[in-house]
């Protein structure tokens, strides 16, 4: 024969979710087992942490709202999906200024376009 369910209070479960409760310590606090909570009282338990997370977003956004330059960075990121930017990394290139040929250089790192080719002569 099994033992009688134990009188465990919806609205109290509730409240302890609300505070933060865990489940393993609603259901050490009514001296069950976590599956009874559970099976038992899982709707209380969801609206329970529910408000426990309006709660602490409300504390979050009233933070925010005085200024707390550390809680608009965290709402930004998670709430918004702002995140860090990347810094910019600057692409090395050669610029090569050609007088007198409107060409593209064949190669654009050897200053000279393949009509002027490089001047082995010294100009002095």
Not at 33 to 55: V, W, Y
Not at 59 to 64: C, E, K, N, S, V
Request: proline share 6%.
């Amino acid at each position: 024969m099994s033992r009688p369910p134990k009188e465990i209070n919806a609205e109290q479960v509730g409240k302890l979710a609300a505070m933060g409760a865990t489940s393993n310590e609603i259901a050490d606090f009514f001296e069950v087992d976590r599956a009874t909570i559970h099976r038992r009282f899982a709707a209380e338990i969801s609206k329970g942490r529910a408000q426990l997370h309006m709660r602490v977003r409300r504390l979050q956004l009233r933070a925010a709202e005085r200024g707390n330059a550390a809680m608009l960075i965290w709402l930004g990121k998670s709430i918004l999906r702002q995140g860090e930017a990347e810094p910019e990394q600057d692409a090395e290139f050669t610029v090569v200024i050609h007088s007198g040929c409107d060409c593209v250089p064949d190669d654009p790192g050897a200053g000279y376009c393949h009509h002027r080719p490089a001047s082995t002569e010294d100009p002095n």
